[in-house]
């Protein structure tokens, strides 16, 4: 039986530590699919806003085909993107959001717990900073996430309801007042990552 000699095992342990490093890494993803919609109230009708394009940005961890971690997630949507079909409601909407002085509704992750919930499937629980008309509000998002190791791709859906006055904003309003938002909206989300 031969003996290994000390180079011969630093250099095993080099390579072992070396893949471990590999397995366990950071993949930066990069949103390819942006489905928004934005729910809400109002004394005549409930209303529904939509927006197909943003800009978001996530790393996680990928060990053995297996999510592990999530360490960076950022979102950011131009509001004049969210659209009624309706311009005097998208006009009224921008004014409340004062979308002149505050073009983009963001997010940004400052914590986060990856939690499998069978298969490739995951259940996301964020803390992190959202911005909407130039406020910004710690919040909690809870998503859920399924992983496709085929392409390697995730795709995240959730909903998160707040209220307009969270962040200081009166709900829009229309035909000199006579029609009136309500102050609870809710952000559904449907994001494919790809890395």
């Known amino acids: 039986m ?7 095992i630093a250099l095993l342990v080099a390579i072992n530590f070396a893949l471990s490093i590999t397995l366990i890494a950071q993949t930066n ?7 928004l919609k934005l ?5 005549l009708h ?5 927006a197909a394009s943003g800009t978001s940005a996530a790393s996680f961890a990928v060990t053995n085909g297996k999510v592990t971690s999530l360490s960076r997630l950022s ?3 131009p509001a ?3 659209k009624s079909g309706k311009s005097a409601m998208d006009k009224n909407t921008y004014k409340a959001l004062n979308t002149d002085a505050n073009p983009n509704i963001s997010f940004v992750l400052t914590s986060a717990t990856v939690v499998p919930t069978g298969g490739n499937n995951y259940k996301l629980n964020c803390q992190g900073k959202m911005s909407i008309a130039g406020k910004t509000n710690q919040t909690e998002l809870v998503a859920m996430g399924i992983y496709n190791p085929a392409d390697k791709s995730f795709t995240v859906t959730g909903v998160k309801k707040k209220k307009m006055t969270e962040y200081n904003r009166k709900a829009p309003t229309g035909l000199l007042g006579t029609i009136r ?3 609870d909206i809710s ?3 449907n994001l494919k990552f790809k890395s």
């Open 75 to 77: 979102f950011s949507l």
């Open 187 to 189: 952000i559904s989300y």
């Open 80 to 82: 004049k993107n969210l």
């Open 46 to 50: 409930d209303w529904e806003m939509k």
């Open 29 to 35: 993803y990069h949103t390819q699919v942006v489905d």
């Open 2 to 8: 031969k003996k290994m000699t000390l180079p011969k």
């Open 39 to 43: 729910n809400g109230t109002s004394n």
């Open 181 to 183: 938002t309500g102050n």
